[in-house]
């Protein structure tokens, strides 16, 4: 779902996204089990309506199979006390999972957390570890966030600070930043107060302004916005249906090896016409 924190980082079946048509909750979940990636674009799309009951029902059923991004995106939910109440606990526990599956989203949340040092007691060692394990998995913030432990604060550029400052539960100071970042041109960033705003961390929840963010990230050249938006157009969810955009934003995202994009793009292509 989120970025490298992602959102958060979704079950439409496969015939559903190659055809379009409503997004009623009329799938189950062996639909779910038969085509996760879909199931997952499915609950990022409810995500982004604020139905996180639904959200977290398709997101239960893959987790109980191990879906890296399923269990990461449990995480978020418990950690921003999203349709349930806030519980680090928990969260850690679920991003603990997701990242022995290998999924670098939970392993650069786990590493900024660790970093961070407020929402869960501070660790270096676990925080060198989890970054480390991202940065195995070619995510770049996670390369440049290791470069930095036991440096001098001073040594952070201003996207590692509202990271951290993200991490550290301190939103609203992080959503300024990226807000300043974003204006100056950061595609990252921008990409991360879109985040912000479709779950509310720091600013308040608005899915139009996030819709937009995600438009200038995508083509600023983001993966995580491209993938975002495709999910939008693909589902009508802040955008206006239009599948053929929606094919279009997700190519190129998958183009740059964004792995829930690569899985939406073959599970769509593989559907019964």
């Known amino acids: 779902m989120f970025t490298s924190r992602g959102a958060a980082s979704l079950a439409l079946s496969g015939a ?3 055809s379009g048509g409503s997004l009623a909750q009329d799938s189950t979940r062996a639909d779910w089990l038969r085509n ?8 990022y799309a409810e995500f982004k309506m604020a139905r996180y009951d639904f ?11 191990g ?7 449990l995480g978020i939910l418990a ?7 806030r519980n680090m606990g928990k969260a850690e526990a679920l991003y603990a999972s997701a990242a022995s599956t290998n999924n670098f989203k939970a392993q650069y949340r786990l590493g900024l957390l660790y970093f961070a040092g407020t929402l869960l007691p501070r660790n270096p060692d676990k925080a060198r570890l989890y970054l480390s394990q991202a940065a195995s998995h070619g995510d770049r913030d996670a390369k440049a966030m290791l470069a930095t432990l036991g440096q001098d604060a001073s040594a952070l550029t201003p996207l590692q600070q509202a990271e951290l400052l ?9 959503a300024i930043l990226y807000r ?28 139009q302004e996030a819709a937009r963010r995600f438009e200038l990230g995508a083509q600023a050249g983001n993966p995580e916005a491209q993938y975002a938006l495709a999910v939008m157009l693909r589902t009508g969810r802040g955008r206006t249906l239009d599948l053929q955009k929606s094919l279009d934003w997700l190519q190129k995202a998958a183009s740059q090896n964004h792995p829930a994009a690569m ?7 593989a559907a019964p016409q």
């Not at 961390?201 to 608005?206: E, H, N, S």
């Open 55 to 65: 959200a977290r029902e398709v997101w239960q059923t893959l987790a109980e199979v």
């Open 180 to 207: 300043e970042l974003a204006e100056a041109g950061d595609s990252t960033a921008q990409a991360r107060l879109a985040w912000a705003y479709e779950a509310g961390r720091g600013v308040p929840m608005d899915l």
């Open 166 to 174: 993200s991490g550290g539960g301190q939103h609203e100071r992080a």
């Open 263 to 269: 899985a939406a793009l073959v599970a769509s292509t």
């Open 36 to 43: 996760p990636a879909m199931g997952n674009y499915k609950a």
């Open 16 to 18: 559903l996204l190659i």
């Open 67 to 73: 879906n890296g991004d399923a269990l990461f995106n």
């Open 79 to 85: 950690e921003d006390g999203l349709g349930e109440p």
